[in-house]
């Protein structure tokens, strides 16, 4: 019988493992701070060197245009977080109040009727954008938002919009994105920020009979879905990105300013294995299809799983851009995008409100003890948004280009981000027919 705790309880065991070995108040924290891996090993803490190289990346900071590490296929992905920087970040960072100002723009934030995108949308509205898009699954809410926006900016009628965008239908997801071409004069940022824990297995079908989604004309039928987690936290939102990006681009070109598509991202890319990468590099096998088997669904890690993945293909998805771009005979991929991976922390939101009573108490009291503000998270959002040239294709944290893990950074981490998107492109070529031509 599955444990419905596992994924609260692993992020809770988590994040209480390193805290009590190293915080057991906020002044002991300090002091272990400077601590080397070997010395914090030493000291009881539980690290996980299955990377000889662990010891060494724990501290540089590695990024895309850092260098890439070798990494055995033999080895395992799961990488403790680097514990320093984590807890500095979440304990002691104050992190900057956006003041870039969002001027006439046109914003879409999906999952914005509650936690970060939420406030997310009410620092655009502050900031002077033009149209927020309050892109929702349950539109009620979506209102109930814009009131609360409306109330605490006091912004004019009309520039805040609830509009309806479920992540679970690509039918939706498809909807949305005609109705904001056709609609939306401009349209300047996306920021794919929904996301779901889901500690059950359910799969959402590639195809539907749906007008418009190639389904019928092409005479395909999978029969094979891809895992829920998967679908709202990567699949939905590469679809919308890649249905948007022409618009996108229109837009950059007419105002000379560039377009940004940023993503909520998450520290828990490092917290996992991602045992089923090995569909690919070992049986030749997808890793969507391995994802999308429940007898092999380790639901507990999913989670993760697809934060790492939405950080692989962000990654490939910000290649795939320069190179269309630079390599532009017709002139119409003119108009520069910016993409990147937004790691907000910790925020005490309900992103967790799939786990079960056990694990709740301590969810409460680490939240307590050390999660940031949902306005505080939005802060990292916001940064995103505003598209700096140095955030392309970067894993952002605390507002600035932060560290991806070894993996990601490796080698195999590289094939298997190439293996991801080859994937994902497949998948929405069948959505919808000739969207690869979009980038
Ligand atoms: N909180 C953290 O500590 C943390 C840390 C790292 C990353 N993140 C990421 O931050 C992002 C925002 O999460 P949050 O913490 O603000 O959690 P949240 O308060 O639970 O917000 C999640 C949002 O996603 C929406 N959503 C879920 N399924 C959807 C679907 N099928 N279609 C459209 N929208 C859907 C939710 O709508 P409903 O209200 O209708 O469900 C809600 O608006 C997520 O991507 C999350 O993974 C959060």
Redesign the pocket.
């Known amino acids: 019988m599955r444990c419905p705790d596992r994924p609260a309880l692993a992020f809770y065991n988590h994040c209480c493992s390193r805290i009590s070995s190293h915080a057991c108040s906020f002044r002991s924290a300090r002091q272990t701070l400077p601590q080397t891996s070997s010395s914090l090993a030493a000291s009881g803490t539980k690290i996980i060197l299955n990377n000889p190289q662990a010891t060494s990346v724990k501290t540089p900071k590695l990024t895309g245009k850092q260098g890439i590490r070798s990494f055995s296929t033999t080895q395992k992905t799961k990488m403790p977080l680097p514990i320093k920087s984590y807890l500095t970040s979440q304990l002691f960072t104050k992190l900057p109040v956006p003041t870039e100002q969002f001027t006439s723009q046109t914003i879409i934030v999906?999952?914005?009727?509650?936690?970060?995108?939420?406030e997310a949308a009410r620092y655009f509205v502050d900031l002077g954008a033009g149209k927020v898009i309050l892109?929702?699954?349950?539109v009620a809410?979506g209102q109930a938002a814009l009131e609360s926006i409306r109330k605490s900016t006091a912004c004019p009628e009309g520039v805040v919009e609830v509009w309806e965008?479920?992540?679970?239908?690509y039918d939706?997801v498809l909807g949305f994105a005609r109705r904001a071409v056709d609609e939306l004069a401009r349209i300047d940022v996306l920021v794919a920020?929904?996301?779901?824990?889901f500690t059950r297995f359910s799969t959402v079908e590639l195809l539907s009979s749906g007008p418009g989604t190639g389904a019928e004309s092409r005479g395909v039928v999978t029969g094979h879905g891809d895992e829920a987690t998967i679908v709202?936290?990567v699949i939905?939102h590469m679809l919308l990105a890649l249905m948007l990006l022409p618009k996108m681009r229109e837009t950059a070109v007419e105002t000379g300013k560039n377009g940004v598509i940023t993503?909520?991202?998450?520290?828990?890319h490092y917290m996992t294995d991602f045992e089923e990468r090995r569909a690919a590099t070992e049986r030749d096998g997808s890793i969507f299809e391995e994802l999308a088997d429940e007898k092999k669904a380790k639901m507990g890690e999913r989670?993760y799983v697809s934060?790492l993945i939405q950080l692989l293909i962000i990654r490939e998805f910000a290649h795939q851009l320069r190179i269309s771009e630079s390599s532009d005979a017709t002139g119409s991929k003119k108009g520069r995008i910016i993409t990147s991976a937004v790691?907000?922390?910790?925020?005490?939101?309900?992103?967790?409100?799939n786990r079960g009573y056990l694990s709740q108490l301590g969810v409460v009291v680490l939240r307590k003890v050390m999660?940031?503000t949902?306005e505080e998270?939005a802060r990292t959002v916001v940064h995103g948004a505003v598209g700096g040239e140095e955030t392309h294709g970067e894993y952002l944290d605390d507002c600035r280009v932060g560290t991806v893990s070894p993996f990601v950074a490796s080698e195999e981490g590289q094939q298997v981000q190439k293996q991801l998107w080859k994937e994902l492109v497949d998948k929405l070529e069948i959505i919808h027919p000739g969207i690869l031509s979009n980038i």
Request: glycine share 14%; net charge positive.
């Open positions: 999906t999952g914005s009727n509650t936690g970060i995108g939420l892109a929702v699954r349950d809410k965008l479920d992540l679970l239908s939706s920020n929904a996301g779901v824990y709202v936290n939905s993503f909520t991202g998450s520290f828990t989670y934060k790691n907000p922390g910790f925020v005490a939101t309900d992103i967790l409100r999660a940031r949902a998270g």
